[in-house]
């Protein structure tokens, strides 16, 4: 591993323009071209089969009732208990002493929580729920860190049918005290803090704050974790250990509607403020779990998963939760930050405890990139064989670094679109079938319909742009914005009919028909009449060897009408050298896509704004560009970031 950081990689790119399927993963593989045709030929019964791998108390009625679009019902009649799916099935299996987590405490602690283990203090919270008057229906608000409570609570939620709402726990007062009061929840778990960053960060404050601006809240559970002096509320707020850690781990789980309500989560606010996606029981569980099997190409009794996330992101839901317990897996839970105590933290968790799969999101990465391979060297990372990209469109330089640094070379990338509306992975290759391309999420997986299509709805021509619409209903689909089935009609399903829901991505398709996302349409840019992706200006600056990261903004410009704003982040051991370096990426960003699309300003910058999910929130710097008021930032990871790149924000336009 020489790789400095100083040359491109697309040398690595096979002639063919596609790296095949290890041949060694695709004779063992999961899933092969026999399930893309049997989905094709019968799409519901290809998930009454998913459906299948679960453990259901009463079998359905139909698989799918969408007589009433674009409000859809999965496996009418049928009833489960996504908890005892999750734990207790493993447990009467045999498999009790599997490990259900490696977690690892950002300070060095650790705890390998088995599925017994796990099945214990699930009842136990469970009950424990019950006795502060918790009822199916009712809503659980979870503002946590990265800790094992945070999964017990949620699954025991799902026990008694309640309806959890996780928080991040990075998020303000104001933003908790909005989601508590918009999702009407009546309980509030927390902890005394959490470790970020190499130091211990207080949450108990942030709640006893939110709820001094809402009400409703009747109870506080409060989880030990970082000893720091909390305030006390008597009659409200009570310890977890107090009041957990004496139940009986006897709780019997009573079955619930396929439909039953299971959580209630907000999307990152990358484009708008946030909006409370509702996500039901059966079809949710059937599609996380059959995806989190399918994409990763999982191998219960072999493999170790890691999902980076935080698990309050949609994607912690469901594939550090629900995922990954559905199908018995064992997985790593990491509580801190990729730098702490050092840059080589991930690489260090990898050879510890051999993980083979790991899920991440490109930000990450092209912040390794920025650190450089060097800090992969010192660790064993060699049985890592499939690594998942998640959350943006990975540029293809990011998506070959990955490859090559983080999976040996040999490793296969899936980069996975989907939405905290579709619960899971929608657009994604199969990595034992498909032969990948840097930079595409490529085909809709089996049993999902999606099409790229022009402003009147009809299907584009490959090598054209247009929008992503899902033109069948799929079982992990939102069923509604909570509090406001209008607002949900509207969002998704009105654009093109009651029964297409519209995404809010742009897309590209290739001439062999694969998909190429280009950023969300509310950042499309419009320059001279020319309709320019933020995502491809990205990634033709990223592929340029001094650039770790780059986000692009459309800004109003007199003459064009819009002009292109790009703010970089350089790599490790690249030099800012002012006029030369921003002629150079000009010209560069020329060559790669044209004199259209070559920036009107390029700003280095030491940050960029993301939400806490790793998404750059461009509206945001398209507000500083604009010299406007900041839009919502209750999703922001870090304000300050901000009044860094507005002070380095000329004063145009
Ligand atoms: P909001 O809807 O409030 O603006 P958000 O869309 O960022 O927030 P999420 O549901 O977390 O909230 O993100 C989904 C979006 O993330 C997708 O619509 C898409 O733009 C982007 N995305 C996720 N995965 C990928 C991927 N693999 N490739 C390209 N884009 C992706
Ligand atoms: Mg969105």
Redesign the pocket.
Known sequence: MSETGTQSLTDDIPASGVFDPPAELAAQANVTQADYDRAAEDRLGFWADAAGRLDWTKPWDEVLDWTNPPFAKWFTGGELNVAVNCVDRHVDAGRGETVAYHWVGEPGDTRDITYAQLKDEVCRAANALTSLGVQAGDRVAIYLPMIPEAVVSMLACARIGAVHMVVFGGFSPDALASRVEDAGAKVVITADGGYRRGAPSALKPAVDEALTKVSGVDHVLVVKRTEQDVDWTEGRDQWWHDLVDGQSAEHEAQAFDAEHPLYIMY??????K??GILHTSGGYLTQVSWTHWATFDLKRDTDVFWCAADVA??TGHSYIVYGPLSNGATSVMYEGTPETPHRGRWWEIVQQYKVSILYAAPTVVRTFMKWGAQELEPFDTSTLRVLG??????NPEAWLWYRKNVGGGTATVV???????TGAHMIAPMPGVTATKPGS?QRAIPGISAAVVDEEGKPIEPGATGYLVLTEPWPAMLRTIWGSDERYVETYWSRYGKDVYF???GAKLDEDGDIW?L??VDDVMNVSGHRISTTEVESALVSHPTVAEAAVVGATDPTTGQGIVAFVILRGDAQDSGEDLVTTLRQHVRKEIGPIASPRQIMVVAELPK?R?G?IMRRLLRDVAENRELGDVSTLTDSSVMDLIGAKMPASS
């Open positions: 999307t990152s606010g990358t484009t708008a946030p909006k992101w949609v990209s998640v959350g943006e469109p990975i980069d996975t679109w989907w939405q905290t509306e999420a995404a809010g991505d996302l950023g969300r939400t999910s998404k």
